[in-house]
Structure formats: C-alpha cells, structure tokens
C-alpha cells in the first residue's frame, strides 16, 4: 500500500454498524444524561435538606443530627462526651433523657441534644431548629464533644457549621473539628458570637480505621455564659476514580492508560476505558514498551470522553477534534492497540509513530465484530491533510485478520 494513500470511509455496512452503534450510544446518552440529572436533584436535594437539618436516608454517609441516637452510647461511629480540656480525656456521657430534646449529659451540663420534631424547640433563650443538633460546654470549662470514629480505612468530606443557638447573649463559644486528639494542629477552628449564623467547614480526610474526629465545643472567651451551639456535620465517603479512567499521560501507575488496560483486562464485567486528564489540549501518551493486548470481549476505549473531544459532524470531510494521542516513538518493537479477542470498539484516539499497527488484531482469522471509529491512525492530531507528508507513518495501521467496521476512521499508509 502506498504510504500516502489515505482512506476516509464510510462503507454502507459500516455506515450501517455505525448508526447501530451510535443509536445505542445516544440511548447510553440519554440514561448518562437522566441519570445525571438524577444526580443533581438528589444532591440538591441532599442540600436543602442538610440545611434544613431535616434527616436524609442513609446512603453510606454519617450524620451527626440524622443518625442521633436514643438508645446508647456510645452509637458507633458516633460517641457523645466531654473532656476537662480540649483534648483530655474523653468521658462518655452516661445519662439519657427525653423532653422537648432529646439529650445525652453527665446529668445536667455539659450535654448535647437533638430536636426530634418538626418544630423549632424554644429552651430558656435558645432555639433549636427542627432536626438540629446541639451542644452545650460545662461550667467548668468542660468542653462538649460528639465524636466519630472511624469504621474503616478511607477518606472522606466532611462539611457543615457550627451555628449559635442563642438568641439572646448572643451564643459565645469556641468551636474545633480534631482528628486523633490532635489540638495543636485542629481540622478547622473557629468562635461563635452571633446568633443563628452558620460558621462553616469543609474540608477532606483520610483516615485509618479506629481515628477519631472530634467535634467539640468551649465556653469560650467570656466564660460559661451564653453556650449553646448548633452543629452540622456530614461525613461522606469520597469514591475513589476508577481504574477505568485516565487520569494522566504516565506510562506506568495509577491513572495511566497501561494500569487501565490491566485492570481492564482483570475485571471483565465493567471493559470501557475513559479519559479525563487534566488540562486543555491534546495529552499523547508515550508507552514505553508495547502495552498490554485487550483480552476481554465487548471492551471499549473511548477516547472521545476526554473533556473537550468530540466526534465528526460532517457528511464530508472531518471535524472531530481528537485530544488523546497515543505515541509509539518510545516503545520500540510494538503495535498501538493490540486485541486478542472479539467485540473490542476503539475510538477517538489519535495513533501513529508505532513501527507496528496502529491497531493490532491478535484473535482468529475470521474473529468478528470488533469496530474502530473516528480514530486518525498514523496522523498527527490534527488528521488530514496536514499530516500527509509525515515520516512516521506506520506501515500497517489496522491490521486485517479479523472482520472490520471503520467508519470515520481516517487511516494513513495502509
Ligand atoms: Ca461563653
């Protein structure tokens, strides 16, 4: 074949395959796109509610108003108590009691409650809003802590407010998130002097199982005189990415694209690899050897979810901005993408430099089914024409044992 013969087609059975394809990608779109709207109306609801101090089903998050316990504690993960001083001993309080509030106390201050109705609770000149959560530091300068402990290795977001519950002096208190008894170097720290105005936290943690999160608050500057404190606190479990997805241009480790092809071919049952790597423009991947084959049937590559791709428009002629380039001017003796099993679909990546096949198919003679589509093979990223007097085109860009849909595959020096 001539190195300068350039194929661009689309093939009536191709065409045909195609349209097949994309019509189940847009119904795929379609359920992303539900789904995702799904996602945000849960979130915001999740908002709203979380504002509302309302409680909220669990969905593998902790919540300090939502999970109150009334029947023990400690209530794993959650443990209501007080320390002496900020980060002494912590002393579980022993005493429940239910009245307008429930409340967990040594009996008397300090405690922490829970405002288990639907109305404001009115308490001398505090305010409790309905479903909030409070905490009330001793006359002794006892600091009131709701503590959680962690039930497994993980890293979580923790958000919420300390907010003054007293309408009157107004609350004056000051306020810490500590993890591991660690008050030298607190998660947040804050003071409280206004009534009803949320003081806010947010931030990420990592923990071992058994560390510890206190939430604790003090009489503040001016004594025991004008205490009680609501708070908010959610502890949400941050998914970590998935194997499956890009994340950078590295040829080994986490994130790579070789790392997702192995577990790809670990794990069978979820094969579509994605993109998402930081950064505008286009991200060339350089492996430094031959990347590991595809063995798993009815695995993707998907090159076209990198964040600003997108697929060809046009009847005639290409549009498609391709922003994954996978690169073979370091990896010696090797093919691009190499497949050893049917029903593979490669897509929206840009191939070249390779002293093998763009794509490579290992299976059977005859083995059908697997697709490439809008790729540019042995191009540049910017696919025709500019890429026509280029030196390092491959000699063969797809092989051709087994049985090929290409369309919209821009192939150079096949
Ligand atoms: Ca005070």
Redesign the pocket.
């Known amino acids: 074949m001539s190195l300068h013969g350039i194929i661009c087609r689309i093939s009536g059975i191709l065409a045909h395959t195609l349209r097949r394809r994309e019509g189940t990608s847009r119904s795929r779109h379609a359920e992303r796109s539900r789904d995702g709207a799904r996602t945000i109306f849960r979130r915001a609801l999740l908002v709203l509610v979380a504002a509302a101090w309302q409680p909220t089903s669990a969905n593998g998050d902790y919540d300090v108003a939502r999970d109150f316990s009334v029947s023990g504690n400690p209530s794993p993960p959650w443990s209501y108590g007080s320390s002496a001083t900020l980060g002494s001993a912590f002393n579980v309080y022993p005493v429940f009691s239910r009245g307008s509030v429930d409340q967990w106390s040594f009996g008397g201050l300090p405690n922490v409650w829970h405002n288990a109705s639907t109305a404001t609770v009115q308490q001398a000149t505090n305010f409790t809003p309905p479903g909030g959560f409070g905490l009330h530091p001793g006359s002794g300068g006892e600091y009131s802590v709701v503590r959680w402990t962690a039930p497994a290795d993980g890293t979580f977001r923790i958000t919420g407010y300390f907010m003054g519950l007293d309408s009157s002096y107004p609350t004056?208190?000051d306020v810490r998130v500590v993890l591991n008894n660690n008050v030298a170097a607190p998660l947040f720290s804050g003071y409280i002097s206004t009534y009803n105005q949320p003081l806010n936290f947010s931030f990420d943690v990592t923990t071992a199982g058994g560390d510890t999160i206190d939430f604790a608050v003090g009489?503040?500057g001016?004594?025991?005189?004008?205490?009680a404190t609501g708070l908010a606190a959610l502890i949400a479990p941050l998914t970590p990415p998935s194997p499956l997805v890009v994340t950078n241009t590295n040829d080994i480790g986490t994130g790579s694209l070789r790392e997702a092809i192995n577990f790809l071919n670990a794990n069978c049952a979820a094969p579509t690899i994605t993109f998402d790597i930081p950064g505008t423009g286009v991200k060339t991947i350089h492996p430094a050897s031959a990347l590991p084959a595809i063995t798993c049937s009815h695995a993707a590559i998907d090159g076209y979810s990198q964040p600003g791709s997108s697929k060809n428009s046009l009847a005639v002629g290409d549009n498609a901005v391709l922003l994954i380039e996978l690169s073979g001017d370091l990896a010696g003796v090797s093919h691009g993408i190499a497949i050893n099993t049917d029903s593979v679909a490669v897509s929206g990546l840009v191939i070249n430099r390779f002293s093998g096949s763009g794509i490579q198919i290992l299976a059977p003679i005859n083995t059908v089914g697997s697709v490439a589509l809008g790729n540019f093979i042995g191009t540049d990223p910017s696919g025709p024409p500019a890429w026509e007097s280029a030196a390092w085109i491959p000699a063969t860009a797809i092989s051709s044992r087994a049985t090929w849909a290409t369309a919209s595959t821009c192939i150079l020096g096949t």
């Open positions: 004056t208190t009489v503040g001016n004594g025991f005189f004008g205490d």
